[in-house]
């Protein structure tokens, strides 16, 4: 079961991109990005742990849909349009963009390390999904990494030795797991992490693995915990919204959550204790948040 919105369309050439708001420049301080699920809007707030009132500014797809965010060591954001299938880079503080990458399926997650991208994309029909590696900066594809249990994307992340983890599900519900691509090359080595069932996944500054998936009970999630090369949790943070994305702030101290429920919300929490620190409310978020992420970006470990 995929749970990434996809909404598939005509390919858009980068020029079809319009602004709404135009930044006056760029930003200073730390700042947040969110992208509304299902509609071809990035705004980007003040980031810190003060609940922000109104976007510094927005920029929009005509049409589009912003599916995962990342930003890189430079504060370049990278964007995955799931509409155009395109993934699109933006220079800090602006709204145009200045490099694309051409994919061949729907990207759904997007990962860096260094100059390196990693596009996690699926098929339209279901058939095999793959991570399509864009290296040292290529807006062309070099390579790609797969395996025959990998249908439907569901999270991706990257350590600090390039390390790909992706979870994924299959065309039955018993279908899903874990695996990581060490080195980011084949084969995809299946992890035994208690049976979770993916919904996103990250790395934080300590490399420690980090899984979000439902509780038991359907209704909340938990982020497990795995230290460095361990398949057993340390920690969960329980009681969160199902999240499309999670993003560590550039401290290592709190986490923004793209909240995949009908409250129109994200969140910021501390981590890794998981106390709320604020929730904010876009009355135009309808499904939630399906890509969020801190500028600056926190540094990740090696797990």
């Not at 790909?164 to 084949?186: D, L």
Request: hydrophobic share 40%; with cysteine.
């Amino acid at each position: 079961m995929l749970f990434a919105t996809a909404i598939c369309g005509q390919r858009a050439d980068a020029s079809v991109l319009s602004t709404k708001n135009r930044p006056l420049g760029q930003a200073g301080g730390p700042l947040v990005y969110a992208a509304p699920t299902s509609r071809g809007v990035v705004n980007v707030y003040p980031g810190g742990q003060t609940k922000p009132t109104s976007p510094l500014y927005s920029f929009s797809f005509n049409p589009g849909v912003a599916n995962s965010l990342v930003v890189d060591r430079r504060g370049n954001l990278f964007l995955a349009d799931s509409y155009s299938t395109w993934v699109f880079e933006y220079a800090p503080g602006t709204s145009t963009p200045s490099k694309s990458f051409s994919t061949s399926e729907t990207p759904f997650n997007i990962a860096l390390h260094g100059s390196t991208l990693f596009v996690y994309e699926a098929m339209e029909s279901g058939g095999l999904a793959d991570v399509a590696v864009y290296e040292h900066g290529s807006t062309k594809v070099t390579r790609t990494l797969s395996d025959s249990a990998i249908v439907y994307p569901q999270g991706m992340a990257v350590d600090g030795a390039g390390d790909v983890f992706v979870g994924y599900s299959g065309s039955a519900v018993s279908q899903f797991g874990i695996g990581e691509f060490v080195g980011g090359r084949m084969p995809m080595v299946p992890l035994n992490l208690g049976g979770l069932y993916p919904l996103s996944l990250g790395v934080d500054p300590a490399g420690n693995l980090l899984v979000d998936a439902p509780e038991v009970s359907g209704l909340t999630s938990s982020i497990s915990i795995f230290p460095p090369g361990r398949t057993t949790a340390s920690a969960t943070i329980d009681n969160l919204p199902w999240l499309y994305e999670f993003s560590l702030t550039a401290d290592g101290r709190n986490f923004y959550a793209g909240d995949m429920g009908r409250d129109r919300v994200f969140q910021m929490y501390h981590y890794p204790s998981g106390r709320l620190i604020y929730r904010f409310k876009d009355p135009e978020a309808y499904e939630g948040f399906a890509g969020i992420c801190a500028s600056p970006a926190a540094e990740v470990g090696t797990w």
